[in-house]
């Protein structure tokens, strides 16, 4: 049963639910006043809500009028270690604390969405969860994976997922999408360099963990260049060197943090070992060793083809011509909605909040700010993909059936 949707929110409310939210922002694992702010919303729809005992997140139950396919709908809760810049009356009231990467505006956005939905629940069949997420930003684990450990993909069992992600490099009434891989996966490694220390008088007489350092950081990039496949998207990159004891003894140690990004789940897999070689080749040139953590963070973020179409039709429904961007470049940023599409279809897609000033207020960034009318068309590109997905998953299952 699919009926037009009905919208009884309206943007004001959101941009309300957005204001309370940005003003208010806790970081990752401690987003408990975020989360009864959100309870008090979805109990006062009336809306069926289970918490966990572990971390903040919520999961909302919208029952149809009748059984049918499962959908669910997430958004994530969790603000940044950043210190507003902007000058609004809706700043953060938490010094060196920010929403400065949209998740309030996802956060009301899946509230205007729960209002709809259960507002129109007797006119469509199946059942929608609304996912709340803790801890997005706490890579390289984050809060997808504890809320799927809790089961909010089952009891029913989940069909299909949809996400959104404001996205200020696209201007307010554009969306972009694309089929298959559309973020990164993120890993994070540290590689301790371990020689032995001398006065630099004598350097001869130690092992420099700093001149080993400096032909590693040059092998990370030929890993890259002349042992992937260059047609693969992949970076290593290093963002901290620690090292040295003073200024004339030869270093013992040094330290090296960094970051690994791939659209490829096997070009993923390959580079721990090819990392662990070339350390281990130029250590023992030298006379060292070394020791490397690896540590697994989100996977790729893959779109499935029918939930992606299902996403394209209805924002151009929705948005003028043009204005529906179907096969945009793959961002390297990563995001843990991959772990849900890791094990069920889904679609992610960027929702254009910029204006004339984005260039300025990027995201991650204290000037970050949105175009708050963007509110309004995530809530019903979400609210129109999850009842249009409710109608196709049901005949996807018939299909399947009658063979």
């Not at 204001?19 to 401690?30: D, K, N, V, W």
């Amino acid at each position: 049963m699919f009926n037009e949707p009905i919208l009884p929110y309206t943007l004001s409310k959101m941009i309300e639910w957005r204001r309370h939210l940005h003003a208010h922002p806790e970081l990752s694992g401690e987003e408990y006043q975020t989360r009864d702010f959100l309870l008090k919303q979805l109990q006062g729809m009336g809306i069926h809500t289970r918490t966990f005992a572990t971390h903040a997140g919520i999961l909302g139950t919208i029952e149809g009028q009748y059984p049918g396919s499962v959908i669910a709908l997430r958004a994530d809760m969790d603000a940044l270690p950043i210190t507003e810049a902007n000058d609004v009356v809706y700043k953060s009231t938490r010094e060196g604390i920010m929403h400065a990467c949209g998740h309030d505006g996802h956060m009301a956005i899946l509230l205007g969405v729960a209002s709809a939905l259960q507002q129109s629940r007797d006119k469509w069949s199946g059942t929608v969860k609304l996912i709340f997420q803790p801890a997005e930003e706490a890579a390289p684990y984050g809060g997808a994976a504890k809320m799927i450990e809790d089961g909010v993909l089952e009891d029913p069992p989940v069909d299909s997922i949809f996400g959104l992600h404001m996205w200020p490099e696209l201007p307010s009434g554009v969306i972009g999408i694309r089929r298959g891989e559309i973020m990164a996966s993120s890993d994070r490694f540290t590689l301790k360099v371990l020689g032995a220390a001398s006065h630099a008088a004598t350097p001869h007489q130690g092992t420099d963990a700093i001149l080993m350092t400096a032909d590693i950081l040059s092998a990370l990039s030929r890993i890259i260049h002349r042992q992937l496949d260059p047609r693969e998207t992949a970076t290593i990159s290093v963002g901290t060197i620690h090292g040295g004891e003073r200024y004339n003894v030869v270093a013992k140690e040094v330290t090296i943090e960094g970051t690994v990004r791939t659209l490829n789940e096997e070009i993923r897999s390959q580079i721990p070992e090819k990392i662990r070689q070339m350390a281990s080749g130029i250590c023992a040139g030298y006379g060292g060793s070394f020791q490397l953590e690896y540590s697994f963070g989100y996977p790729c973020l893959s779109n499935a083809a029918d939930e992606t179409g299902l996403v394209i039709m209805t924002a151009n429904r929705l948005l003028k011509s043009g204005h529906v961007l179907t096969d945009i470049k793959p961002n390297l940023g990563a995001e843990d909605f991959a772990h849900y599409t890791k094990r069920i279809p889904g679609a992610y897609f960027l929702l254009g909040c910029g204006d004339k000033n984005s260039e300025l207020r990027p995201l991650h960034n204290g000037n970050f700010d949105m175009d708050e009318r963007a509110l309004l068309i995530g809530a019903q590109i979400l609210e129109e993909t999850a009842l249009s997905a409710l109608t196709m998953v049901s005949r996807r299952k018939e299909e399947i059936n009658a063979k």
